[in-house]
């Protein structure tokens, strides 16, 4: 069945670092992908998506390619904060079925 | 704040007992899905319901169920609890069905004793 494989954590960086989180993924249809951040204490937002290859989402600084041929889909932000440390999931979504796949999700922390 | 609301947020239960949660869905979405996210992992889906039936469930026993009703509120059911039962439960709304955004509500903690 579909699947999402995303890099264990946690990671540690310092403030204004780069930032990549891999993310690989397995479907046998047409996937949306997704990014979901879930901060402290918080239920799970949606960060980004993409729908079709070569889509680019991005918001608050980090962006994703919807890469098929190597079947990823990884995060990346230029400059992190001390903000963005949260739980980031990657996920997947078949239109056949409606259900969301996630990833087991990297813990991001950033030192200042 | 995404406009769906969970209650309760923290529920200890024992083993053998029946829990219901609750769930406020945004006005006017018309789809509603419950995840169960154990500690350090990510969400798995449970069930989703569009217009007051499922419309889809995942790898979970039937002791898992629940309920959509027409005021855009949901219940997720479980009838003789587990000690693994023991999560975060998510519920997410959506507009429509077919890859609409989903907002999800903070979530319930369970424990399972």
Known sequence: GDSVTQMEGPVTLSEEAFLTINCTYTATGYPSLFWYVQYPGEGLQLLLKATKADDKGSNKGFEATYRKETTSFHLEKGSVQVSDSAVYFCALSDDRDDKIIFGKGTRLHILP | ?113
């Open chain 2, 1 to 113: 704040e995404t406009g769906v609301t969970q209650s309760p947020t923290h529920l200890i239960k024992t083993r053998g007992q029946q829990v219901t949660l609750r769930c406020s869905s945004q006005s006017g979405h018309n789809t509603v899905s419950w995840y169960q996210q154990a500690l350090g992992q990510g969400p798995q889906f449970i069930f989703q319901y569009y217009r007051e039936e499922e419309n889809g469930r995942g790898n979970f026993p039937p002791r898992f169920s629940g309920l959509q009703f027409p005021n855009y509120s949901s219940e997720l059911n479980v009838n003789a609890l587990e000690l693994d039962d023991s999560a975060l439960y998510l519920c997410a709304s959506s507009l429509d069905r077919g890859g609409t955004e989903a907002f999800f509500g903070q979530g319930t903690r369970l424990t399972v004793v």
